[in-house]
């Protein structure tokens, strides 16, 4: 697997989950599909450049392949994500990385990793690593004086961790997701050393 399609994922969930998710940069491609919906709707979807996602439902496959090179996110959201997801091993790592450190609030409104303050170089490393694989500039939170929490303002984030990639939110339903299953071995290689950096262990999944 080289990439993890955004659009069909989103829209293999029930409908209700996804309603508030938009596919944004669309303009030019609005005359190129028939939507079922009233004239006066797509001018609106003109003026804001987005379309809610649950629109693309009635689309063919292959009106929907128009969109692969948008953007989709969270209505309201500041950050949106390329609907093209590249599975390599960047991702890898930052996986592993949220299954031994990371969390997300239940409202998806943000995403955070904690660490250890003696943990200079993973905390950089772990920056870095997000705002080359998403585009999100990460704030750093001292909660107390022994730990640093990275933290991602994105919902957007959030929504795809919990329900498209399934990683889990919290320590007791965190999991390995499923697409580490079906990466290249050096990657599922890399996702297993970012775990092990954390403060993790070994688990059965592993």
Request: charged share 30%; with cysteine; aromatic share 8%.
């Amino acid at each position: 697997v080289k990439e993890i399609n955004l659009i069909e994922e989103i829209l293999k969930l029930p409908e209700d989950l996804t309603k508030k998710i938009r596919v944004y940069r669309v303009r030019k491609l609005l005359d190129r599909v028939n939507l079922k919906v009233k004239k006066s709707r797509i001018n609106d979807f003109k003026k804001c450049d987005s379309i809610p996602i649950n629109v693309l439902r009635s689309l063919s496959k292959e009106e929907r392949e128009l969109f692969y090179d948008c953007y989709v996110g969270y209505e309201m959201s500041k950050y949106k994500l390329k609907c093209r997801l590249k599975v390599n091993r960047k991702l890898a790592e930052f996986l592993g990385l949220f299954v031994a450190e990371g969390s997300i609030l239940k409202d998806l409104t943000r995403v955070s990793l904690s660490f250890g303050v003696h943990e200079e170089e993973l905390i950089d490393y772990t920056v870095n690593l997000i705002k080359q694989l998403f585009g999100i500039e990460p704030s750093i939170i001292a909660p107390h004086k022994t730990a640093v929490n990275v933290n991602i303002p994105s919902k957007t984030l959030g929504f795809i961790l919990k329900y498209v990639l399934k990683v889990g939110g919290n320590a007791k339903d965190k999991r390995v997701p499923p697409i580490v299953f079906q990466m290249r071995e050096r990657d599922r290689e890399a996702f297993l050393i970012s775990y092990l950096a954390g403060d993790g262990y070994p688990t059965k999944e592993l």
